[in-house]
């Protein structure tokens, strides 16, 4: 168990639909990442917040969007669902310091949410 | 662009031979290279890391190598057992001196042991 929490594990849904998946980091753990896992692209980088604020932007479509809230536990937003976004989404977290820090700080993944979209 | 290579996509073993996985990456600035095992229907756990001032890394049956003039890092794991059986992906990562240390992933490796 990695310390991180993800829910839901499994999400059905229809196109068009929108849903939010839930990413609680280790605790601690300032930084959360979002990746996309799908057959044909792997395990991709969507975005990183750290301590509330959005760090970097990786593949992530426009019709995706995420926040890190106060308490740190981070939302991803999926809108106008297509059939091509069904995926597992995975969260990881770390205990990145700031950009001045020289310490690497290994990411830690969640169990991962499964998107089937039909 | 940044891209991380990983070879073979499959690779089959008897119980007590070893294993290599080989991964390139192209991002020069790359300093942090983990490799994580992923079971079927749970997250990429992380098992071994080797930072850039640092050639090789082991523990105990794993061990990972660097060489940073060819771009090249391999992970190796001897003695293999029937639950060494996963997805291995190799990633990619710059130091935290950037603004972000995202992970590029390899596109993995399917390991089975056959008892």
């Known amino acids: 168990d990695s310390g991180v929490t993800q829910t839901p594990k499994h999400l059905i849904t229809a196109t068009g639909q929108r849903v939010t998946l839930r990413c609680s980091p280790r605790s601690g753990d300032l930084s959360v990442y979002w990746y996309q896992q799908s057959l044909d692209q792997g395990l991709q980088f969507l975005i990183q917040?750290?301590?509330?604020?959005?760090?970097a932007k990786g593949n992530i479509l426009e019709r995706f969007s995420a926040q890190q809230f106060p308490d740190l536990h981070s939302e991803l937003n999926l809108s106008s669902l297509e059939l091509g976004d069904s995926a597992l989404y995975f969260c990881a977290s770390s205990r990145r310091g700031s950009g001045g820090s020289t310490v690497y700080n290994e990411q830690f993944f969640g169990p991962g949410t499964r998107l089937t979209v039909l | 662009g940044e891209n991380v290579e990983q070879h073979p996509s499959t690779l089959s073993v008897q119980e007590g031979d070893s294993a290599v996985i080989k991964c390139t990456y192209s991002?020069?600035?790359?300093?942090?290279f983990p490799w994580y095992k992923q079971e079927l229907g749970k997250g990429p756990q992380l098992i071994i890391d080797i930072r850039s001032n640092v050639g090789e890394k082991k523990d105990q049956r794993i061990a990972v190598t660097l060489n940073k003039t060819a771009k090249h890092f391999s992970l190796h794991i001897t003695e293999t057992q029937p639950e060494d059986s996963a997805v291995y992906f190799c990633a990619a990562s710059r130091t935290l001196s950037y603004n972000t240390d995202k992970l590029i992933f390899g596109t993995g490796t399917r390991l089975q042991v056959f008892p």
């Open positions: 917040y750290y301590n509330g604020e959005e760090r």
């Open positions: 991002d020069s600035a790359s300093n942090y």
